[in-house]
């Protein structure tokens, strides 16, 4: 099991009053799952994901991932796992403006003291066919250009759990899917486990599973035909 979350609540306080955005939701990913969470805007999937990656805490309730408990860790701790195990993936890309495209893939490496890092991420950035975007920065980059630089520096550390939200939101289709069949096809031949919110049905159809969240919690999806 790489994911294993039990009973979590999250309440945020909005103008003075407790909002319960997650109340009491279960979820189990194993090892090599891709799954989809779908559901209306505003009901908790980034919250979700924040949660599984460490970068808030819950309200109530416990995370797992690989094994450990998040919420036993110190700050510093959680930097250093999520460092060695969870790859995020996000709609706005969140490069380093004012690094170059290997070294925004190199980051994570270099924070791990990894050896021949900028080797790696070089690899990392032939992979996603961004050989000869090395040394552009960001603004220098297309939108599919960046998710591609994004992906690489997300999967350069082999991380246990891939965590992707609305991937392909800011994408036009066509880049969006070319981008997509690319983060699914290294993420099959790594056989990193995903959990992937997003809002399109051609996506949610090449996971193994999906999820609809709704009320705060998680229900088994029905993938349209
Ligand atoms: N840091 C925060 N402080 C206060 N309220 C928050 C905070 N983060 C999220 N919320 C609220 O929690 C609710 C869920 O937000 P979240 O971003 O998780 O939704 P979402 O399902 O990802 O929506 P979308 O599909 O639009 O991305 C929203 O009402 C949001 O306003
Ligand atoms: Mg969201």
């Given amino acids: 099991m790489i994911v294993e979350a039990k009973q979590l609540y999250k309440t945020f306080m909005q103008g003075g009053y407790p909002v319960e955005v997650l109340s009491g939701l279960d979820l189990q990913l194993e090892s090599g799952e891709t799954v989809a969470i779908v559901g209306q805007s505003g009901n908790g999937k980034s919250t979700l994901l924040s949660l599984l990656a460490g970068l808030d805490s819950p309200t109530k309730g416990t995370v797992e991932v690989a094994g450990q408990e998040l919420g036993a860790m110190t700050e510093e701790e959680l930097a250093i796992f999520r460092s060695r195990n969870v790859g995020i993936i996000f709609q706005q890309f969140h490069l380093m403006s004012n690094l170059t495209a290997i070294e925004n893939v190199s980051l994570p490496l270099e924070i791990m003291r990894t050896p021949e890092a900028y080797t790696k991420a070089a690899i990392a ?68 486990t995903m959990l992937l919110v997003t809002h399109n049905d051609a996506l949610v159809r090449l996971c193994s599973r999906a999820l609809l969240m709704r009320d705060g919690k998680l229900f088994p999806y029905q993938i349209p035909d």
Avoid: C, W
């Avoid at 599919?144 to 690489?152: D, S």
């Fill in 125 to 192: 950035l032939e992979r996603v066919g961004l050989g000869h975007r090395k040394t552009h920065f960001p603004y220098q980059l297309s939108g599919g250009e960046k998710q591609r630089v994004a992906i690489a520096r997300a999967l350069v550390i082999n991380p246990k759990l891939l965590l992707a939200d609305e991937p392909s939101g800011s994408l036009d289709a066509k880049t969006g899917d070319q981008v997509m069949k690319l983060l699914f096809g290294l993420v099959k031949e790594s056989g990193t």
